[in-house]
């Protein structure tokens, strides 16, 4: 059996308590051995945590990872307009290996700011999961199907694809990754599409996640039509189980934050994306007290800029606030939870907590910095003053992916340069 030992810092316990000690790992079984301060000294590896916290990696709980390509591409633009006429046409244009460099440049991005697991709705998925597999992250992926705008033929070969990758990839890179059927929204796929790949995907016990209640812009066009919210009407789909996960939920009722609880169905909270789109402002407080599974997800960073997990638990907290017009709404040890234990529960994926027989997946943040000092109150500080660039080591499954900032499974500079390439060929073809 192989061994990493981290050492020499404090940890994060899923009680939101922090003590001293150190971490053993089965490096093998991608499990923790032990916490506690005086952990087997003679490990095949180890990790220097000093001055350091040891947490839950990171779980960003909705992304697109390829889009890190169109990083900047347009900014400052209603979700509608902004995808019609800038997003859509660019993605069009991508080839797999755009979306395979893309994804790269993502996931070393998120190595280096502390996550470990995330959520993925995009195409060309087999390029997505070979990128992950190398790069050692954790995932569940899906391909996004939109059938608005195509015929019948061509929008059963997407929801046809999307069944087909998710039962064909579900268990690859050594079980780290895990599918889902990824309808792109209640407004974009028709309802006799909706009804059958959810149908389809459940008889194979694959879970279905898509967009809910993002802008009003989605809402209404739903309750003018059917008389109903959209979050009944997707129940009424089949699409709102204990599995099943939605991104955004901003504009909810209290009988749709109902329906959401009772189901056990997971919320993302993509705060910043939903600021930056001014799609408004989710309930979060609410949906925590209606005891709502909420998760914390970046979007794509067309509409973040980044996939930086720290700056999303900021505006979680500062936007939960404003929302509930209540400064003790969406407390920093609420938001921790929310961006480990919440979205992993969110997303059906195991870790978002350190414990004895659970996962081995582990961001180390670095204290020692004048923006984090004095350190003495770590939980808030990791949602209010952190960053992800105080991330010191990223360990996923019982290896380490970073080491001293270092990522060991990507050749950054590689990585980094051919997504430069990528996107300023893609910019002279759009
Ligand atoms: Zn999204």
């Known amino acids: 059996m192989q061994t990493l030992r981290i050492t020499g810092g404090q940890v994060l316990r899923p009680d939101g308590t922090v003590e001293t000690a150190d971490v053993l790992v089965d490096s093998d079984e991608g499990t923790i051995l032990d916490i506690a301060a005086d952990v087997d000294a003679d490990a095949d590896e180890t990790l220097d945590a000093d001055g350091c916290l040891v947490m839950p990696g990171l779980v960003n709980a909705h992304c697109h990872v390829p889009m890190t390509l169109l990083r900047g591409h347009a900014d400052d633009k209603q979700l509608d307009a902004w995808l019609q006429e ?56 899906g391909h996004g199907v939109v059938t608005i705008g195509k015929d019948d033929d061509d929008a059963w070969d997407d929801i046809d694809e999307s069944l087909d990758v998710a039962r064909e990839f579900d268990g690859a890179a050594d079980g780290r990754v895990r599918t889902a059927v990824m309808p792109h929204s209640l407004t974009t796929v028709g309802e006799e599409y909706l009804r059958e790949v959810t149908a389809d995907a459940h008889d194979d016990g694959i879970p279905v996640h898509y967009h809910a209640n993002e802008t009003t812009n989605e809402v209404d066009p739903i309750v003018d039509e059917r008389d109903e919210r959209p979050l009944e009407y997707a129940r009424d789909l089949g699409m709102v189980t204990d599995d099943d996960f939605v991104a955004h939920g901003v504009h909810l009722d209290d009988e749709e934050i109902s329906i959401l609880a009772d189901a056990g ?153 051919r997504a430069r390439e990528a996107a300023t060929s893609l910019f002279e073809r759009v």
């Open 86 to 141: 800038d997003i859509w046409p660019a993605e069009a244009e991508l080839t797999p290996e755009d979306v395979r460099a893309g994804a790269e440049l993502g996931l070393v991005e998120m190595i280096k700011s502390g996550t470990t697991a995330f959520a993925d709705m995009y195409f060309h998925v087999p390029d997505v999961v070979a990128a992950i597999d190398e790069a050692g992250l954790r995932a569940r992926v």
């Open 265 to 417: 169905t997971g919320v993302v909270h993509c705060p910043a994306s939903n600021m930056k789109l001014a799609s408004g402002m989710a309930p979060v407080q609410q949906m925590l007290d209606a005891g709502v599974a909420v998760g914390l997800g970046t979007d794509g960073a067309a509409s973040n800029n980044d996939l930086d997990m720290f700056d999303e638990m900021r505006d979680a907290a500062m936007l939960g606030k404003l929302a509930a017009d209540d400064a003790s709404a969406v407390a920093a040890p609420d938001v921790v939870q929310m961006a480990t234990a919440g979205s992993a529960d969110a997303i059906g994926l195991p870790g978002g907590t350190l414990e004895v027989g659970g996962v081995a997946d582990i961001a180390v943040v670095d204290f020692d910095a004048p923006h984090l000092t004095p350190a003495t109150n770590l939980v808030s500080h990791l949602v209010y003053a952190a960053r992800g660039s105080d991330v010191r080591h990223t360990v996923c499954d019982g290896e380490i992916l970073m080491r001293d900032r270092e990522v060991l499974t990507l050749d950054e500079s590689a990585v980094v340069a």
